[in-house]
Nanobody, 126 residues
Framework: QVQLVESGGGLVQAGGSLRLSCAVSERTFSSHAMSWFRQTPGKERQFVAAFSRTGRSTYYADSAKGRFTISRDNARNMVYLQMNSLKPEDTALYYC???????????????????WGQGTQVPVSS
């Protein structure tokens, strides 16, 4: 069973930076690709960033390109989301997610994912 635990959220001013972390259960990387999503109240969960099935490529939502970076540390079973130049519209609950490498759905669809963390809140003040 895949377990994901996010951390690193917190209040940040617009223009600031934050790094989110996701602790991933062992051996998950061998069978799963990792991503970050976010959600605000009353809205659907939104794709932010993802690794490809091979882990050699990354994908970003237009809103994240140039400001956010997804990375991982295989030895520590960690996935990160570095967020720079934060904006008030980045305020959301951020989720780490894992999808099987042979998932039929695309990386930016929530139905591709079988495991989710509990989320970490990121409020960005103006």
């Amino acid at each position: 069973q895949v377990q994901l635990v996010e951390s690193g959220g917190g209040l940040v001013q617009a223009g600031g930076s934050l790094r989110l972390s996701c602790a991933v259960s062992e051996r998950t990387f061998s069978s799963h690709a990792m991503s970050w999503f976010r959600q605000t109240p009353g809205k659907e969960r939104q794709f932010v960033a993802a690794f490809s099935r091979t882990g050699r490529s990354t994908y970003y939502a237009d809103s994240a390109k140039g400001r956010f970076t997804i990375s991982r540390d295989n030895a520590r079973n960690m996935v990160y989301l570095q967020m720079n130049s934060l904006k008030p519209e980045d305020t959301a609950l951020y989720y780490c997610a894992a999808r099987l490498k042979d998932a039929a759905s695309a990386y930016d669809r929530t139905d591709a994912y079988t495991s989710w963390g509990q989320g970490t809140q990121v409020p960005v003040s103006s």
